[in-house]
């Protein structure tokens, strides 16, 4: 299949063809075009089946481009790579058939990942339009189509979504088919370290949702969304296949089949019977619930028994306070939130028990929510035998909870304060890379030195540095190719190699960027007489 990029920075398109393995996502060719005009021309000429376009372009945008495969009736997987991050954009992106959206700078793990996702809906497409007219539908179109219900694009109205039903040949569902919403979250905190781990889960939790809730083998009602916290999937049950016992049998079944293969525990949520055009608002309406359970990892419930939880049973403790006691390191404020919690409950009553359960949750949220925003594994707090025994009997009385809570708090500042003794990670990597620059580093190789996240220590290094972890590679390799061309009699192709650069136009594209004039100028004494920037 084909693949275009279409940007109007042209080291971009080198940076992105560069890090692609076109053999593993099945891409034969890639196509380039720097504005939306030439893009149009290349899409009507050569059909590409996967397109990566910016959105900020001069004259013809990105927008505009999209509109007109739209117009044209060209099918194609589409995805933006841009600098806009907002909502409107998104969803005029998912409107006219965006299949992704994805932010500057590059994160290449999540590009190729989305360019799996974007291979594998070509692939069926095609396979799609070689079956007969009464084969199955298309499930990328399907999944698609969903996408844009549950984020409101279609309204609620029966007649707007049969609409778009008819417009895009979906005859699976009617508006007013009667479903049964069921929303899955799982936290990937546990799997950050485990990268091949991770892609695994992300790879398959769709299609392993799709099967066990509709048995179904692919991916067609399940929409997937995945952040750097949460992975999500919503999948609408047509009430007429399954019963509610039948859906929340299924729900449990895959959370024990997640645990089993991924280690992973997601929260599940059943919803009530709705017609499908009102998917949009029984999704927002299940995700405010879900909420309430998200801390009660390995279980699914009826959306009727979290309508029933009162914000008594919610919390009984304010976990914002508990947040800011913590982060400014305040552990007699913290125990004083906790001792006045103990005091309210009332110990005559019935639900004691329930309460208690209710404020050790509440503790122990407030402290792994404080370690996930500063980047620290929860789980390496929980391993310490000392806690288990103290968590085990912490609701057994008011001063077993406030041993275990006093002990949860000094093991998360011990794990804070190593935190910020790392302060150090960025010189560490840049020490690192001064080292290896030469080799083929990767930001997973990187990453593992200092024992970091690859996306943390992407968005830190660039917060420190002000660049990517790439353009401080590749300017210490332009720094060493230009003491070679003026040092050595070697070629430009040799240099480049040496220094790192597998691609003799890439080598020039930056240089040229970095220093203003090309190799053979600066080895020739063009631009060794003074200027700006590294190659100064």
Same mark, same amino acid.
């Given at each position: 299949?084909?693949?275009?990029?279409?940007?109007?920075?042209?080291?971009?398109?080198?940076?992105?063809?560069?890090?692609?393995?076109?053999?593993?996502?099945?891409?034969?060719? &890639?196509?380039?075009?720097?504005?939306?005009?030439?893009?149009?021309?290349? &899409?009507?000429?050569?059909?590409?089946?996967?397109?990566?376009?910016? &959105?900020?372009?001069?004259?013809?945008?990105?927008?505009?481009?999209?509109?007109?495969?739209?117009?044209?009736?060209?099918? =194609?997987?589409?995805?933006?790579? =841009?600098?806009?991050?907002?909502?409107?954009?998104?969803?005029?992106?998912?409107?006219?058939?965006?299949?992704?959206?994805?932010?500057?700078?590059? !994160?290449?793990?999540?590009?190729?990942?989305?360019?799996?996702?974007?291979?594998?809906?070509? $692939?069926?497409?095609?396979?799609?339009?070689?079956?007969?007219?009464?084969?199955?539908?298309?499930?990328?179109? /399907?999944?698609?189509?969903?996408?844009?219900?549950?984020?409101?694009?279609?309204?609620?109205?029966?007649?707007?979504?049969?609409?778009?039903?008819?417009?895009?040949? /979906?005859?699976?569902?009617?508006?007013?088919?009667?479903?049964? /919403?069921?929303?899955?979250?799982?936290?990937? %905190?546990?799997?950050?370290?485990?990268?091949?781990?991770?892609?695994?889960?992300?790879?398959?939790?769709?299609? !392993?949702?799709?099967?066990?809730?509709?048995?179904?083998?692919?991916?067609?009602?399940?929409?997937?969304?995945?952040?750097?916290?949460?992975?999500?999937?919503?999948?609408?049950?047509?009430?007429?296949?399954?019963?509610?016992?039948?859906?929340?049998?299924?729900?449990?079944?895959? $959370?024990?089949?997640?645990?089993?293969?991924?280690?992973?525990?997601?929260?599940?949520?059943?919803?009530?019977?709705?017609?499908?055009?009102?998917?949009?608002?029984?999704?927002? #309406?299940?995700?405010?619930?879900?909420?309430?359970?998200?801390?009660?990892?390995?279980?699914?419930?009826?959306?009727?028994?979290?309508?029933?939880? %009162?914000?008594?049973?919610?919390?009984?403790?304010?976990?914002?306070?508990?947040?800011?006691?913590?982060?400014?390191?305040?552990?007699?404020?913290?125990?004083?939130?906790?001792?006045?919690?103990?005091?309210? /409950?009332?110990?005559?009553?019935?639900?004691?028990?329930?309460?208690?359960?209710?404020?050790?949750?509440? &503790?122990?949220?407030?402290?792994?929510?404080?370690?996930?925003?500063?980047?620290?594994?929860?789980?390496?707090?929980?391993?310490?035998?000392?806690?288990?025994?103290?968590?085990?009997?912490?609701?057994?009385?008011?001063?077993?909870?406030?041993?275990?809570?006093?002990?949860?708090?000094?093991?998360?500042?011990?794990?804070?304060?190593?935190?910020?003794?790392?302060?150090?990670?960025?010189?560490?990597?840049?020490?690192?890379?001064?080292?290896?620059?030469?080799?083929?580093?990767?930001?997973?190789?990187?990453?593992?030195?200092?024992?970091? %996240?690859?996306?943390?220590?992407?968005?830190?290094?660039?917060?420190?540095?002000?660049?990517?972890?790439?353009?401080?590679?590749?300017?210490?390799?332009? #720094?060493?190719?230009?003491?070679?061309?003026?040092?050595?009699?070697?070629?430009?192709?040799?240099?480049?190699?040496?220094?790192?650069?597998?691609?003799?136009?890439?080598?020039?594209?930056?240089?040229?960027?970095?220093?203003?004039?090309?190799?053979?100028?600066?080895?020739?004494?063009?631009?060794?007489?003074?200027?700006?920037?590294?190659?100064?």
């Amino acid at each position: 299949m084909k693949l275009l990029i279409c940007d109007d920075d042209i080291s971009t398109i080198d940076v992105i063809q560069s890090q692609l393995n076109c053999q593993e996502l099945g891409i034969s060719s &890639i196509l380039r075009a720097y504005n939306g005009e030439a893009a149009k021309e290349v &899409i009507l000429k050569e059909k590409p089946e996967l397109i990566l376009c910016d &959105i900020g372009m001069p004259k013809v945008d990105g927008m505009e481009v999209l509109k007109f495969i739209d117009e044209q009736k060209i099918h =194609t997987e589409f995805a933006f790579l =841009t600098c806009f991050d907002d909502f409107e954009h998104a969803r005029s992106a998912v409107r006219f058939g965006a299949c992704n959206y994805l932010t500057k700078p590059v !994160d290449f793990r999540e590009l190729n990942e989305a360019l799996h996702r974007m291979a594998d809906a070509a $692939v069926s497409y095609r396979k799609q339009l070689s079956e007969k007219e009464s084969g199955p539908q298309n499930d990328a179109s /399907i999944n698609n189509f969903l996408r844009q219900l549950q984020m409101g694009v279609f309204g609620a109205s029966a007649e707007r979504v049969g609409e778009a039903l008819k417009k895009n040949g /979906i005859t699976e569902f009617l508006g007013d088919t009667p479903v049964r /919403i069921i929303l899955f979250y799982a936290d990937l %905190t546990e799997s950050s370290r485990d990268i091949q781990l991770r892609d695994r889960i992300i790879g398959s939790f769709g299609t !392993d949702v799709e099967e066990a809730l509709t048995g179904y083998t692919g991916l067609r009602s399940t929409v997937v969304d995945i952040s750097d916290r949460y992975i999500s999937s919503v999948t609408p049950v047509p009430s007429g296949l399954f019963s509610e016992e039948d859906c929340l049998a299924r729900a449990r079944e895959l $959370v024990r089949f997640c645990s089993d293969n991924y280690a992973l525990h997601p929260v599940g949520l059943v919803g009530r019977e709705c017609p499908l055009y009102a998917m949009g608002d029984a999704c927002a #309406e299940l995700r405010t619930q879900i909420r309430r359970v998200l801390l009660r990892a390995g279980n699914v419930f009826l959306q009727r028994e979290t309508e029933r939880v %009162t914000g008594s049973d919610l919390s009984v403790i304010n976990e914002e306070k508990l947040l800011r006691v913590i982060r400014q390191r305040d552990r007699d404020a913290f125990l004083s939130l906790v001792s006045e919690a103990l005091s309210s /409950i009332p110990y005559t009553q019935k639900d004691t028990s329930s309460l208690m359960a209710v404020l050790h949750k509440d &503790i122990t949220a407030a402290v792994s929510v404080c370690l996930q925003d500063n980047r620290i594994p929860v789980r390496d707090l929980f391993q310490n035998e000392q806690f288990r025994k103290l968590e085990l009997f912490a609701e057994r009385s008011p001063a077993d909870m406030m041993d275990f809570a006093a002990h949860l708090f000094d093991a998360a500042l011990m794990e804070l304060e190593c935190s910020a003794d790392a302060a150090g990670l960025i010189d560490a990597v840049k020490h690192y890379i001064r080292q290896h620059y030469r080799e083929d580093l990767t930001r997973n190789e990187l990453a593992e030195v200092v024992h970091i %996240t690859p996306n943390y220590l992407s968005k830190r290094f660039h917060t420190e540095t002000g660049m990517s972890l790439r353009e401080y590679i590749n300017q210490l390799r332009i #720094e060493d190719a230009k003491r070679l061309l003026l040092s050595t009699n070697t070629t430009i192709s040799e240099i480049a190699s040496e220094v790192g650069f597998d691609n003799i136009s890439y080598f020039s594209t930056v240089f040229r960027k970095l220093c203003g004039v090309s190799p053979i100028e600066w080895s020739s004494g063009k631009g060794s007489e003074g200027g700006d920037g590294p190659c100064a």
